[in-house]
């Protein structure tokens, strides 16, 4: 299995415009998480979603993130407008209730740099 | 409320010393999961260990072992034999007993090995 895949590894834009995360979770997981990681506030998880519907949200920051899970196999995370309190790592994460450890597999994450 | 602390935000070692990593933990559940991860400085979070709160065996795998106690709610990690690979910024972790629940992460503690 390839992991958990995340695009892009790194992107640079400027405050206003919008930005899109994408995942794609190893597939036959039923969970998917996106975390973001900063310097201040450590690792903090933004949503999770079980079985493509969104299971937890309160902790997406504000009404500019979004995220929604099309299919089970893709994800994406949504900043409109980007500000620049915003950059971080975001990472993505998948898990299933059937594996013997369920343990959580993370992407590579995505480095944001809004600027 | 779930929580997980590592007080130590930095160690420093030179290579060969043993280092224990603390991680204390608070959480009302009586089943509940026990992570570590491990970021190396290309950024991935590679996973290490899970524990479930029944199982409190120490468990060691070559130069890592983790010690769990339930009386303290601390579940720590040592490296005997420190070496220079093994600096990284290690991230204790919780989860509910639920399957599938989001992990809560602590602050991370970052090791640095010396040669």
């Known amino acids: 299995d390839a992991g958990v895949i995340q695009s892009p590894r790194h992107e640079v834009t400027e405050m206003g415009q919008e930005v899109t995360l994408r995942c794609k979770p190893i597939?036959?997981?039923?969970?998917l998480f996106w975390y973001r990681q900063t310097m201040m506030r450590g690792l903090e998880l933004l949503i999770y979603?079980?079985?493509?519907?969104?299971?937890?949200d309160s902790g997406m920051p504000e009404d500019r993130f979004s995220a929604k899970m099309p299919n089970a196999s893709f994800s994406t995370l949504k900043i409109q407008p980007s500000e620049p309190r915003d950059s971080a790592v975001y990472f993505c994460?998948?898990?299933?209730?059937?594996?013997?450890?369920?343990?959580?597999?993370f992407g590579s994450g995505t480095r944001l740099t809004v600027v | 409320a779930q929580k997980v602390t590592q007080a130590q935000t930095e160690i420093s070692v030179v290579e060969k010393e043993d280092v224990t990593l603390d991680c204390v933990y608070e959480?009302?559940?009586?089943?509940?999961?026990l992570f570590w991860y491990k970021q190396p400085p290309s950024g991935e979070l590679v996973f290490l260990i899970r524990r479930n709160s029944f199982d409190e065996q120490n468990e060691i795998r070559g130069r890592y072992s983790w010690n769990f106690q339930k009386s303290t709610s601390s579940f720590n990690f040592t490296i005997t034999a420190s070496q220079v690979v093994d600096s990284a910024v290690y991230f204790c972790a919780l989860s509910r007993g639920q399957a599938g629940t989001a992990l809560i992460f602590g602050k991370g503690t970052t090791l640095s090995v010396s040669s």
């Open positions: 597939s036959g997981h039923d969970y």
């Open positions: 959480t009302r559940d009586t089943t509940y999961y």
């Open positions: 994460a998948s898990s299933s209730t059937l594996s013997p450890n369920y343990g959580y597999t």
């Open positions: 979603f079980n079985n493509n519907v969104p299971i937890d």
